[in-house]
């Protein structure tokens, strides 16, 4: 039950009715929550035949079907249904698999359900190690490398739906699932499944419900939307989008700006005919960047106070909210970057030359033991002192410093160097685009607001998330000298 939401019957109930599915049964088609959980679609659906006053006949019930990887939650759809309609579920009809790892050999008319929503980082080391070969299998990613490091945002529904559409669904199948909202509208890891192409088979996506103010589930923060598609058709763009408001459905369109597989943008039809994507000239070296990052060991190279005891050449001011916002002119925190400007960290003899070896000794068993597969192969190479996110473009004399976690607004701002120290951006707080001269980051911030980037990243639907305004998202307005 890893990443498992539970669907509330009213919402169950809802999708059924977006889908018509009660129709299509009643017309002999086959009906599978692959996901099934307790089984609340398939029983909203025969409450809703059991409506309308019919009869509920064992020819109807042999179409529908019920997978689910845990036989306990079977076993209570079972007393469920027995209970509440006096009849047995066909036991041959409830199929205790994993729609990953053994799909069933079967194939169905209208696939129905709420896929679990986990992150690959979030998942056990074991369930990492079995479920990796199948985000490649299926194509989401390139190579066991790229599951590990670049593509290691792809959420688990994004597998369960390749594998859905892959190997239960027949041509024409209806699908509807609800979803999160990460799939559609974040930047890389969830391209390749924005193809919409399956072991060659079109699928087209047909519309997205999004839900802004009910709380569909309750107590989950992850933003999710309800979404339809239909099996051997391309997707044509752009599609029908609902946004909730406090009016209702607002009816709008969505559509990917850029490259296939680009996240969508989100705009009135008028406005999406004649969208074309800015792109704002920088220099190659330029390119947005992430904060420093530590790799859990915060209290090791950031301070509160200015740290005497430590070599001031290594000591660099960090970018806080309250100075982004303008209520702090001075730092309020130092970070310790035992670097040389070129990116390199410094050796143990020069650490010591430094005068920080000892320091940064005295914590090495903590800094040792820190997890994750790009600062394991950088203290593989022998500086258990590494961090992440450092390079020469951290001590250029200027930055265009922004928050991009968790914001609705877009105002970078220009930071000089202070008392001749570059200021750093902190982890996924804050990116960056380095300069190399205050009047430089003013004529960035400048076309940034011109082409009207905030605009163009509320469109992307990623307000007040944690991929707001990552580097990769601002990367797509860019356009690099000698690429």
Request: hydrophobic letters at 40%; one cysteine or more; glycine letters at 8%.
């Amino acid at each position: 039950m890893i990443g498992a939401v539970f669907t509330p019957a009213i919402w169950a109930d809802w999708a059924l009715n977006q889908m018509q599915t009660l129709s299509r049964w009643h017309q002999g088609q086959t009906v599978c929550d692959p996901t099934g959980g307790e089984g609340i679609f398939l029983l909203s659906l025969v409450r809703q035949h059991c409506r309308q006053g019919l009869t509920l006949s064992s020819e109807l019930l042999q179409r529908l079907f019920l997978i689910e990887k845990e036989q306990l939650l079977l076993s209570r759809f079972q007393q469920a249904f027995r209970q509440e309609f006096s009849l047995d579920f066909p036991s041959s009809n409830l199929i205790c698999t994993d729609v990953i790892t053994d799909p069933p050999p079967m194939q169905f008319d209208n696939l129905v359900g709420n896929p679990p929503w986990i992150n690959f980082t979030e998942l056990s080391p074991s369930l990492k190690k079995t479920l990796a070969p199948h985000f490649i299998e299926s194509g989401l990613v390139r190579s066991s490398s790229e599951v590990l490091l670049g593509a290691s945002r792809v959420d688990l529904a994004a597998l369960i739906l390749s594998s859905a559409f892959r190997r239960l669904t027949k041509t024409g199948a209806q699908c509807g699932f609800f979803l999160p909202a990460s799939l559609f509208f974040n930047d890389g890891a969830h391209a390749t499944l924005r193809q919409w192409l399956f072991d060659g088979v079109p699928v087209k996506l047909e519309c997205i419900y999004d839900f802004q103010k009910t709380k569909v589930f309750p107590g989950i923060r992850t933003r999710f939307c309800f979404v339809q598609f239909l099996l051997g058709q391309e997707t044509v763009y752009p599609i029908p989008y609902f946004a909730e408001s406090d009016q209702g459905w607002q009816s709008l369109f969505a559509a990917p700006v850029g490259p296939a597989g680009s996240p969508l943008s989100v705009k009135t039809d008028t406005e999406i005919a004649s969208f074309q994507l800015p792109q704002i000239h920088v220099e190659a070296w330029q390119k947005p960047r992430q904060g420093i990052n530590t790799c859990g060991a915060t209290d090791v190279f950031v301070f509160s106070q200015y740290p005497d005891h430590l070599n001031p050449e290594y000591l660099f001011p960090l970018v806080t909210t309250r100075l982004l916002r303008g209520t702090a002119t001075s730092p309020e925190k130092y970070i310790l970057l035992p670097y040389h400007s070129n990116g390199r960290p410094l050796s143990e003899q020069e650490l010591r030359k430094a005068g920080l070896f000892d320091y940064l000794l005295s914590h090495r068993e903590r800094l040792s033991k820190r997890r994750g597969v790009l600062i394991g192969a950088a203290m593989k190479k022998g500086s258990w002192w590494s961090l992440l996110g450092v390079g020469p473009y951290c001590f250029v004399p200027a930055k265009v410093v922004w928050p991009s976690f968790g914001n609705s607004t877009f105002r970078p701002k220009v930071l000089a160097s202070w008392n001749g120290k570059p200021w750093q951006a902190n982890q996924a707080l804050q990116a960056f685009l380095p300069v190399m001269s205050v009047a430089e980051g003013e004529r960035i911030v400048e076309l940034f607001a011109c082409n009207h980037l905030e605009a163009h990243l509320q469109d992307q639907r990623m307000a007040g998330t944690c991929n707001w305004a990552q580097p990769g998202r601002i990367r797509r307005f860019l356009s690099f000298a000698g690429q």
